[in-house]
């Protein structure tokens, strides 16, 4: 049994109405379209009342991901679990929800930690329960594999951690 089967498995016998029902409305909420939306407002926001600069990396590093993500599913063509709790269209691998949530959870974390300093650890462990909280529901829906959802969070970081590079 490999990890990916072992996982959905797992899910298939925690479901409840409640844990449904949350996890359809944290997947809206955090749909990749929705928190790019949301990035490139907080980017025109940094623009005007900080720094250009970080704005503009904020965006791209959105935009980035976002093509990213298209590309990446294009290219593994990976079919999603047929045991899905919701409908879903286009491809497995990486998943959307974990790559774009990852840049944008790390990012704001990064932004609030350089403000407030003193509040860095608690900025960072926000972003990663979020992040897991994102990840965990679309494992939960049974949409993506765990391979989706950890491939997506590698990509991310590697999208994060390199727009950094550009702001330091």
Same mark, same amino acid.
């Given at each position: ?11 298939? =016998? ?7 029902s949350l996890s359809k409305s944290i997947s809206i909420? =955090? ?17 005007? *009342?900080? $720094? ?12 980035? =991901? ?15 679990p047929i045991t899905s709790l919701v409908a879903e ?11 774009? $949530? ?7 974390? $990064?932004?609030?930690? *350089?403000?407030?300093?003193?509040? *860095?650890?608690? $900025? ?22 765990? =391979? ?13 951690l390199t727009s950094i590079k550009f702001l330091r």
């Amino acid at each position: 049994m490999t990890i990916d089967t072992f996982t959905l498995q797992f899910m298939t =016998t925690i479901q409840n109405e409640f844990l449904t029902s949350l996890s359809k409305s944290i997947s809206i909420v =955090t749909e990749t379209a929705v928190l790019l939306t949301l990035g490139l407002i907080i980017s025109l926001f940094l623009s005007y *009342k900080y $720094s250009k600069r970080k704005g503009i990396i904020y965006a791209s590093s959105l935009i980035l =991901t976002g093509i990213i993500i298209y590309t990446a599913k294009e290219i593994f063509y990976r079919a999603r679990p047929i045991t899905s709790l919701v409908a879903e269209t286009g491809f497995s691998f990486p998943s959307g929800h974990a790559t774009m $949530s990852t840049v944008f959870f790390l990012f704001l974390a $990064s932004l609030l930690s *350089k403000k407030y300093p003193k509040r *860095k650890i608690a $900025s960072y462990t926000i972003a990663i329960i979020l992040i897991t909280i994102v990840s965990l529901s679309r494992l939960y829906l049974q949409v993506h594999y765990l =391979t989706d959802i950890l491939g997506g969070i590698f990509i991310g970081l590697i999208i994060f951690l390199t727009s950094i590079k550009f702001l330091r």
